[in-house]
């Protein structure tokens, strides 16, 4: 059995656990902390080295979800996170203190490649849109189950600000919105991205994905759009992923 640990910083909770790669699922207890405050580099990578060692896991190959844009390693924003990390080598940073075998990138495209592997999905082809709605709006796109990394749909321009700010799980509560506002909002920015985009299907995913028949019927594209499987395991398991399959392509195939 191949075991990695999947690791998925978010603004409120970094979490972590040891997933199988043939079930994608959690083989240990899920591990949380809450995203220190602030949450700066030196706080964040503290809370990793913890769930690493919890999992006496110390060596071993992990994946980390980090919800910036990641280019070569690199944190190119920080929407919810401290602006510190803009600019920051967090692959170097990892690989430096905890093993060379880490793979970095973004938690919607982590939590992405978890749906198109494990989830429901039967038909790959096409153009398919997940978005995760938490305390930010994330997007992954692929194009016949190959990802295009780093795109920011939660970053639309959107009323008097970006799409995320009214149409995030955040927004919903802090603006302690129905079910009927918060999903209107939320119908006109994946209107927006359909039109733009053409996908064939969307996958909504993040915590929320369980409540998907509250919101539903506010969704004038329901006819292609399905709720996420792996709910909020989806960026720990995709984060795992990641890193098995760079340990896949590179020739080192890993058994505990
Ligand atoms: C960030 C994205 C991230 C998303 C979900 C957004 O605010 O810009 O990079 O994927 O939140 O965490």
């Known amino acids: 059995m191949d075991k990695v640990l999947g690791i ?19 083989v240990s207890e899920r591990i949380k902390y809450p995203t220190p405050k602030p949450a700066s580099i030196e706080n964040v990578l503290d809370v990793i080295g913890k769930i690493i060692r919890d999992h006496k896991w110390e060596g071993k190959p992990f994946g980390v979800g980090f919800p910036s844009v990641i280019k070569g390693g690199i944190c190119h924003t920080a929407s919810n996170i401290d602006d510190s990390w803009i600019g920051f080598n ?5 690989r430096q203190r ?7 990138i973004n938690d919607a495209d982590a939590a ?17 849109i997940l978005l995760t709605l938490g305390t930010g709006i994330g997007s992954a796109v692929f194009h016949n189950g190959i990802l295009m990394p780093n795109t920011e749909f939660g970053h639309l321009k959107y009323k008097k600000s ?9 927004a919903r509560e802090d603006k302690d919105l129905s ?3 918060w999903g209107k909002e939320l119908d006109a920015v994946i209107d927006h991205i359909d ?7 969307f996958i909504l995913g993040g915590g929320i ?10 969704l004038t594209l329901r006819h292609k759009i399905v709720p996420a499987k792996l709910l909020n395991k989806a960026g720990i398991v995709g984060a795992a992923l990641a890193m098995h399959k760079e340990l896949m392509e590179k020739g080192i195939l890993h058994n505990v």
């Open 98 to 104: 905890y093993t060379q075998n880490v793979v970095l």
């Open 162 to 170: 970006v799409a995320e700010k009214y149409a995030s799980n955040k």
């Open 112 to 128: 992405g490649y978890a749906e198109l592997e494990y989830g429901s999905l039967v038909d790959k082809q096409g153009i398919v």
């Open 8 to 26: 998925d910083v978010g603004a409120t909770g970094i979490k972590g656990a040891i997933v199988d790669i043939t079930e994608g699922d959690f």
């Open 90 to 94: 967090l692959l170097q940073a990892l």
């Open 195 to 201: 039109f733009v985009f053409n996908p064939d299907l």
């Open 209 to 218: 994905s369980k409540k998907y028949h509250k919101y539903s019927e506010f």
């Open 179 to 181: 079910w009927k506002e």
